[in-house]
């Protein structure tokens, strides 16, 4: 069973250039996370989606970050005109979605780096 | 708002038991889940609980009390791939709330 896919595993930007992180949830999963990982510290949430819908954004910067979940493909975290505060692991994680509380499965996250 | 606290870091011997606490605040809660993340890596799930108690998983157990908003996770006869930080996470409103990580180094 494929886990959470994340491309690409390391991705380098110089400031003003946009970033593209990608992720496939695991099979039969419907709901995707994104957080944001500073080194030494905690997992920050960003973002929950479904197919086609933002169910909370309320983790996301105001500007230049965006994220989508179309019915067909990975969801795409987008953050443009970059600066050197992005630079951060990002985790997408993926979950069934039923009602109950359930595990999220994590993908191996994208090292982002802004020169 | 949210608040989910750890201790920073613990040392424990190879062999031994150790415990790693959880205290939480959150204005919604459908579960505690515990974490493993070795440096560099994902975060692996390890235990959860939804009711209070102990939930026993081998080596790994994991404590909950709703009342006092306190958890904890109990890894015993430690090995070096212990190694790792354990992140402690709060499922509240569509959503998890992590704490910041414990660091545990385990020493032969």
């Known amino acids: 069973n494929a886990g959470v896919m994340q491309n690409p595993r390391h991705l380098v930007r110089r400031r003003g250039q946009e970033a593209r992180l990608r992720c496939s949830p695991m099979?039969?999963?419907?709901?995707v996370y994104w957080y944001r990982q500073l080194p030494e510290e905690g997992l920050k949430f960003m973002v929950y989606?479904?197919?086609?819908?933002?169910?909370?954004e309320s983790g996301m910067p105001k500007e230049r970050f965006s994220a989508e979940f179309p019915k067909e493909g990975p969801s795409i975290l987008r953050i443009q005109q970059v600066v050197r505060g992005d630079s951060a692991a990002y985790f997408c994680?993926?979950?069934?979605?039923?009602?109950?509380?359930?595990?999220?499965?994590f993908g191996d996250g994208t090292r982002l780096s802004i020169l | 708002g949210q608040n989910i606290d750890q201790p920073t870091e613990m040392t424990a011997t190879e062999g031994a038991i150790v415990q790693i606490n959880c205290t939480y605040q959150?204005?919604?809660?459908?579960?505690l889940f515990w974490y493993q993340q070795h440096a560099g890596e994902a975060p692996t799930f390890l235990s959860y609980?939804?009711?209070?108690g102990l939930e026993e998983k081998g080596r790994f157990s994991s404590f909950l009390s709703r009342s006092k908003g306190y958890s904890y996770l109990l890894l015993k006869e430690l090995q070096m791939k212990d190694s790792a930080s354990y992140l402690c996470a709060v499922w509240g409103f569509n959503k998890f709330y992590f704490g910041s990580g414990t660091k545990l180094n385990v020493k032969p």
């Open positions: 609980n939804v009711l209070d």
């Open positions: 959150t204005s919604g809660f459908n579960g």
């Open positions: 099979k039969g999963h419907s709901h």
């Open positions: 989606l479904q197919k086609e819908n933002i169910i909370d």
């Open positions: 994680a993926s979950s069934p979605g039923t009602a109950s509380a359930q595990p999220q499965h």
